[in-house]
Protein backbone atom coordinates (compact mmCIF):
# COMPACT_ATOMS: atom_id res chain seq x y z
CA UNK A 1 0.00 0.00 0.00
CA UNK A 2 2.50 2.15 1.03
CA UNK A 3 4.05 1.77 -2.67
CA UNK A 4 1.01 2.92 -4.01
CA UNK A 5 1.25 6.24 -2.24
CA UNK A 6 4.46 6.92 -3.53
CA UNK A 7 4.58 5.99 -7.32
CA UNK A 8 1.50 8.63 -7.43
CA UNK A 9 2.76 11.92 -7.96
CA UNK A 10 1.06 15.33 -7.01
CA UNK A 11 -0.67 14.67 -10.37
CA UNK A 12 -2.04 11.25 -9.99
CA UNK A 13 0.69 10.06 -12.35
CA UNK A 14 3.50 7.48 -11.37
CA UNK A 15 6.48 8.84 -10.32
CA UNK A 16 9.87 7.77 -10.95
CA UNK A 17 12.07 6.71 -13.82
CA UNK A 18 9.55 4.28 -15.08
CA UNK A 19 6.93 6.92 -15.92
CA UNK A 20 9.67 9.09 -17.36
CA UNK A 21 11.16 6.09 -19.97
CA UNK A 22 7.50 5.62 -20.77
CA UNK A 23 6.28 9.15 -21.53
CA UNK A 24 9.10 9.49 -23.96
CA UNK A 25 8.46 6.59 -25.42
CA UNK A 26 4.54 7.28 -26.04
CA UNK A 27 5.66 10.31 -27.35
CA UNK A 28 7.33 8.13 -30.32
CA UNK A 29 10.83 8.06 -28.91
CA UNK A 30 13.54 5.69 -29.72
CA UNK A 31 12.82 2.02 -28.45
CA UNK A 32 13.00 1.29 -24.93
CA UNK A 33 16.73 -0.26 -23.55
CA UNK A 34 15.73 -3.32 -21.97
CA UNK A 35 18.81 -3.68 -19.35
CA UNK A 36 18.61 0.69 -18.12
CA UNK A 37 14.91 0.53 -17.65
CA UNK A 38 15.60 -2.77 -15.47
CA UNK A 39 18.37 -0.82 -13.90
CA UNK A 40 16.24 2.23 -13.35
CA UNK A 41 13.14 0.59 -11.98
CA UNK A 42 15.13 -1.74 -9.93
CA UNK A 43 16.67 1.64 -8.42
CA UNK A 44 13.11 2.91 -8.56
CA UNK A 45 12.08 0.04 -6.28
CA UNK A 46 14.47 0.41 -3.59
CA UNK A 47 13.45 3.74 -3.32
CA UNK A 48 9.14 2.87 -2.94
CA UNK A 49 9.71 2.61 0.69
CA UNK A 50 11.21 5.45 2.68
CA UNK A 51 13.21 4.35 5.55
CA UNK A 52 11.64 3.31 8.79
CA UNK A 53 11.73 5.70 11.17
CA UNK A 54 13.94 4.76 14.34
CA UNK A 55 12.33 5.57 18.04
CA UNK A 56 9.85 7.72 17.71
CA UNK A 57 9.59 10.85 15.88
CA UNK A 58 8.23 13.77 16.60
CA UNK A 59 4.46 13.90 15.50
CA UNK A 60 4.69 10.29 17.10
CA UNK A 61 5.89 11.37 20.31
CA UNK A 62 3.89 14.43 20.80
CA UNK A 63 0.57 11.98 20.43
CA UNK A 64 2.05 9.61 22.57
CA UNK A 65 2.53 11.93 25.43
CA UNK A 66 -1.13 12.93 25.09
CA UNK A 67 -2.02 9.76 25.07
CA UNK A 68 -0.68 8.88 28.47
CA UNK A 69 -2.45 11.21 30.01
CA UNK A 70 -5.91 10.30 28.97
CA UNK A 71 -5.07 6.62 27.52
CA UNK A 72 -9.13 5.74 26.90
CA UNK A 73 -8.91 9.24 24.34
CA UNK A 74 -9.95 7.14 20.89
CA UNK A 75 -9.54 10.19 19.06
CA UNK A 76 -5.76 10.38 19.91
CA UNK A 77 -5.59 7.14 19.98
CA UNK A 78 -5.85 7.22 16.12
CA UNK A 79 -3.74 10.15 15.51
CA UNK A 80 -1.10 8.28 17.17
CA UNK A 81 -1.15 5.56 15.01
CA UNK A 82 -1.25 7.39 12.40
CA UNK A 83 1.90 8.66 12.87
CA UNK A 84 3.19 5.51 13.68
CA UNK A 85 2.20 4.38 10.14
CA UNK A 86 3.06 7.44 8.42
CA UNK A 87 6.89 6.00 9.88
CA UNK A 88 5.98 2.58 8.77
CA UNK A 89 6.38 1.10 12.05
CA UNK A 90 3.17 -1.52 11.36
CA UNK A 91 3.74 -2.98 14.59
CA UNK A 92 3.28 -0.24 17.10
CA UNK A 93 0.66 1.53 14.66
CA UNK A 94 -1.35 -1.65 15.00
CA UNK A 95 -1.02 -2.28 18.62
CA UNK A 96 -2.20 1.05 19.43
CA UNK A 97 -5.45 0.71 17.21
CA UNK A 98 -6.19 -2.51 18.38
CA UNK A 99 -6.57 -1.51 22.63
CA UNK A 100 -8.86 1.60 21.23
CA UNK A 101 -11.02 -0.80 17.92
CA UNK A 102 -14.27 -1.04 20.19
CA UNK A 103 -14.92 2.74 20.49
CA UNK A 104 -14.23 3.40 16.59
CA UNK A 105 -17.72 4.01 16.38
CA UNK A 106 -17.13 7.18 18.30
CA UNK A 107 -15.34 8.91 15.53
CA UNK A 108 -16.45 10.94 12.56
CA UNK A 109 -17.25 8.78 9.64
CA UNK A 110 -14.32 9.79 7.85
CA UNK A 111 -11.93 8.84 10.42
CA UNK A 112 -13.52 5.80 10.86
CA UNK A 113 -12.82 4.90 7.98
CA UNK A 114 -9.26 6.02 7.99
CA UNK A 115 -9.10 4.01 11.38
CA UNK A 116 -10.02 0.90 9.96
CA UNK A 117 -8.03 0.98 6.77
CA UNK A 118 -4.66 1.76 8.52
CA UNK A 119 -5.76 -0.88 11.02
CA UNK A 120 -6.54 -3.49 8.33
CA UNK A 121 -3.32 -2.69 6.12
CA UNK A 122 -1.28 -3.38 9.85
CA UNK A 123 -2.76 -6.84 10.14
CA UNK A 124 -2.36 -7.61 6.78
CA UNK A 125 1.30 -6.33 7.30
CA UNK A 126 1.35 -8.80 9.75
CA UNK A 127 0.41 -11.45 7.69
CA UNK A 128 -3.07 -11.77 9.57
CA UNK A 129 -4.76 -12.27 6.51
CA UNK A 130 -8.18 -13.42 8.01
CA UNK A 131 -8.17 -10.55 10.72
CA UNK A 132 -7.28 -8.14 8.10
CA UNK A 133 -10.31 -9.36 6.56
CA UNK A 134 -12.35 -8.96 9.35
CA UNK A 135 -11.18 -5.55 9.90
CA UNK A 136 -12.35 -4.97 5.61
CA UNK A 137 -15.63 -6.29 6.24
CA UNK A 138 -15.99 -3.46 8.49
CA UNK A 139 -15.61 -0.89 6.21
CA UNK A 140 -17.79 0.91 3.95
CA UNK A 141 -16.39 1.35 0.75
CA UNK A 142 -15.49 4.39 -0.40
CA UNK A 143 -16.84 6.51 -3.50
CA UNK A 144 -15.15 6.17 -6.85
CA UNK A 145 -14.43 10.10 -6.18
CA UNK A 146 -12.95 9.58 -2.86
CA UNK A 147 -9.21 9.77 -2.81
CA UNK A 148 -9.40 6.72 -0.73
CA UNK A 149 -10.92 4.67 -3.41
CA UNK A 150 -8.05 3.44 -5.17
CA UNK A 151 -6.22 3.02 -1.99
CA UNK A 152 -9.28 1.04 -0.46
CA UNK A 153 -9.11 -1.32 -3.73
CA UNK A 154 -5.86 -2.42 -3.94
CA UNK A 155 -5.82 -3.04 0.00
CA UNK A 156 -8.63 -5.32 -0.56
CA UNK A 157 -7.09 -7.15 -3.47
CA UNK A 158 -4.80 -8.29 -1.41
CA UNK A 159 -6.74 -9.54 1.67
CA UNK A 160 -9.18 -11.08 -0.42
CA UNK A 161 -6.81 -13.04 -2.88
CA UNK A 162 -4.78 -14.22 0.31
CA UNK A 163 -7.88 -15.39 1.77
CA UNK A 164 -8.83 -17.41 -1.30
CA UNK A 165 -12.07 -15.02 -2.48
CA UNK A 166 -11.16 -15.22 -6.16
CA UNK A 167 -14.48 -12.87 -6.99
CA UNK A 168 -13.75 -9.74 -4.88
CA UNK A 169 -10.63 -10.12 -5.08
CA UNK A 170 -10.48 -9.89 -8.80
CA UNK A 171 -13.73 -7.51 -8.61
CA UNK A 172 -11.81 -4.73 -6.92
CA UNK A 173 -8.53 -5.71 -8.48
CA UNK A 174 -10.89 -4.48 -11.82
CA UNK A 175 -11.70 -0.90 -9.47
CA UNK A 176 -8.28 -0.13 -9.05
CA UNK A 177 -7.10 0.11 -12.17
CA UNK A 178 -10.00 1.36 -13.60
CA UNK A 179 -9.02 4.73 -15.40
CA UNK A 180 -5.57 4.85 -14.45
CA UNK A 181 -3.18 4.81 -16.84
CA UNK A 182 -0.66 1.83 -18.09
CA UNK A 183 1.78 2.40 -15.40
CA UNK A 184 -0.29 3.04 -12.45
CA UNK A 185 -2.12 -0.44 -13.53
CA UNK A 186 1.17 -1.98 -14.27
CA UNK A 187 2.27 -0.43 -10.43
CA UNK A 188 -1.19 -2.06 -9.05
CA UNK A 189 -0.86 -5.49 -10.38
CA UNK A 190 3.09 -5.45 -9.53
CA UNK A 191 1.95 -4.72 -6.24
CA UNK A 192 -1.04 -7.38 -5.88
CA UNK A 193 1.03 -10.18 -7.41
CA UNK A 194 2.01 -12.32 -4.75
CA UNK A 195 -1.89 -12.54 -3.65
CA UNK A 196 -2.95 -12.79 -7.21
CA UNK A 197 -0.59 -16.13 -7.40
CA UNK A 198 -1.97 -17.05 -3.77
CA UNK A 199 -5.76 -17.20 -5.33
CA UNK A 200 -5.52 -18.96 -8.43
CA UNK A 201 -6.51 -15.45 -10.44
CA UNK A 202 -2.84 -14.64 -11.35
CA UNK A 203 -3.37 -15.46 -15.22
CA UNK A 204 -7.15 -13.80 -15.11
CA UNK A 205 -5.78 -10.24 -13.95
CA UNK A 206 -2.56 -10.97 -16.09
CA UNK A 207 -4.71 -10.62 -19.52
CA UNK A 208 -6.54 -7.67 -17.65
CA UNK A 209 -3.46 -5.45 -17.55
CA UNK A 210 -2.26 -6.78 -21.14
CA UNK A 211 -5.64 -5.47 -22.70
CA UNK A 212 -4.23 -2.04 -21.67
CA UNK A 213 -0.86 -2.70 -23.85
CA UNK A 214 -0.68 -1.15 -27.29
CA UNK A 215 2.98 -0.94 -28.28
CA UNK A 216 5.87 -3.09 -28.20
CA UNK A 217 7.40 -0.93 -25.86
CA UNK A 218 4.61 -1.04 -23.90
CA UNK A 219 5.22 -4.63 -23.48
CA UNK A 220 9.08 -4.44 -22.59
CA UNK A 221 8.05 -2.52 -19.39
CA UNK A 222 5.69 -4.76 -18.26
CA UNK A 223 8.22 -7.66 -19.19
CA UNK A 224 10.35 -5.85 -16.61
CA UNK A 225 8.49 -4.98 -14.01
CA UNK A 226 7.17 -8.57 -13.48
CA UNK A 227 10.76 -9.36 -13.63
CA UNK A 228 11.59 -6.77 -11.12
CA UNK A 229 8.67 -7.91 -8.94
CA UNK A 230 9.92 -11.54 -9.04
CA UNK A 231 13.54 -10.19 -7.75
CA UNK A 232 11.68 -8.05 -5.11
CA UNK A 233 9.89 -11.44 -3.69
CA UNK A 234 12.82 -12.59 -3.15
CA UNK A 235 14.56 -10.18 -1.68
CA UNK A 236 11.90 -10.24 0.86
CA UNK A 237 11.71 -14.12 1.43
CA UNK A 238 16.30 -13.89 1.96
CA UNK A 239 14.79 -10.86 4.61
CA UNK A 240 12.46 -12.36 6.11
CA UNK A 241 14.76 -15.86 6.41
CA UNK A 242 17.47 -13.49 7.83
CA UNK A 243 14.75 -12.31 10.61
CA UNK A 244 13.11 -15.99 11.81
CA UNK A 245 17.10 -17.23 11.72
CA UNK A 246 18.85 -17.85 14.93
CA UNK A 247 22.77 -18.45 14.65
CA UNK A 248 22.24 -19.03 11.06
CA UNK A 249 19.19 -21.94 11.68
CA UNK A 250 15.77 -21.05 11.33
CA UNK A 251 13.64 -20.43 14.33
CA UNK A 252 11.47 -23.19 14.04
CA UNK A 253 14.73 -25.45 13.66
CA UNK A 254 15.97 -24.04 17.19
CA UNK A 255 12.55 -24.07 18.78
CA UNK A 256 12.07 -28.04 17.56
CA UNK A 257 15.84 -28.65 19.13
CA UNK A 258 14.84 -26.88 22.27
CA UNK A 259 11.49 -28.79 22.48
CA UNK A 260 13.09 -32.06 21.39
CA UNK A 261 16.04 -31.15 24.33
CA UNK A 262 13.20 -30.51 27.06
CA UNK A 263 11.29 -33.26 26.32
CA UNK A 264 14.31 -35.73 26.41
CA UNK A 265 15.38 -34.12 29.87
CA UNK A 266 11.87 -35.05 30.77
CA UNK A 267 12.02 -38.51 29.89
CA UNK A 268 15.56 -39.01 31.68
CA UNK A 269 14.12 -37.69 34.55
CA UNK A 270 11.25 -39.62 34.63
CA UNK A 271 13.53 -43.15 34.15
CA UNK A 272 15.42 -41.95 36.89
CA UNK A 273 13.08 -41.02 39.40
CA UNK A 274 10.74 -44.42 38.14
CA UNK A 275 14.14 -46.53 39.06
CA UNK A 276 14.90 -44.51 42.10
CA UNK A 277 11.71 -45.19 43.42
CA UNK A 278 12.02 -49.01 42.35
CA UNK A 279 15.11 -48.97 44.29
CA UNK A 280 13.57 -48.07 47.31
CA UNK A 281 10.22 -50.28 47.09
CA UNK A 282 13.00 -53.14 47.17
CA UNK A 283 14.81 -51.83 49.83
CA UNK A 284 12.10 -50.74 51.95
CA UNK A 285 10.12 -54.67 51.10
CA UNK A 286 14.18 -56.35 51.95
CA UNK A 287 16.00 -54.29 53.96
CA UNK A 288 19.85 -55.19 54.42
CA UNK A 289 20.90 -56.70 58.26
CA UNK A 290 22.23 -54.57 60.38
CA UNK A 291 25.61 -56.83 61.36
CA UNK A 292 25.67 -54.92 65.10
CA UNK A 293 22.20 -55.69 66.04
CA UNK A 294 22.52 -59.57 64.58
CA UNK A 295 25.62 -59.57 67.68
CA UNK A 296 23.28 -57.73 70.03
CA UNK A 297 20.72 -60.62 69.45
CA UNK A 298 23.90 -63.60 70.07
CA UNK A 299 24.63 -61.77 73.04
CA UNK A 300 21.34 -61.85 74.53
CA UNK A 301 20.16 -65.36 73.39
CA UNK A 302 20.26 -67.62 76.11
Not at 170 to 177: G, R, S, T
Not at 183 to 188: I, L, S
Request: glycine letters at 6%; one cysteine or more.
Amino acid sequence: MSEMRQRRGPGGEASGSGSASSSSGMRGGPEIDTREAEQKLMDAMHSLRKPKTVGLSNGAKKWKDLLEKDPYNVELAYKLGEAYANDEQWAAATNILERSYKKVKDLPDEEQTNYLLMLCEGRFTAEEHRNAADVLEQIIPPHPDDERYKKYNILATQVFCFIGDMTNGLKCFANAIEGEPFENAAAVFVICQPGLWTCGCFDVAHEMIQKMITSEEMQQRFSVLQKLSGMRSELKKKQQEEEDSIFGFTKFTVYTFVVVFVIMMLIMGFIGETRSLASWEEYRKNPPQDPYRRRSQHWQSP
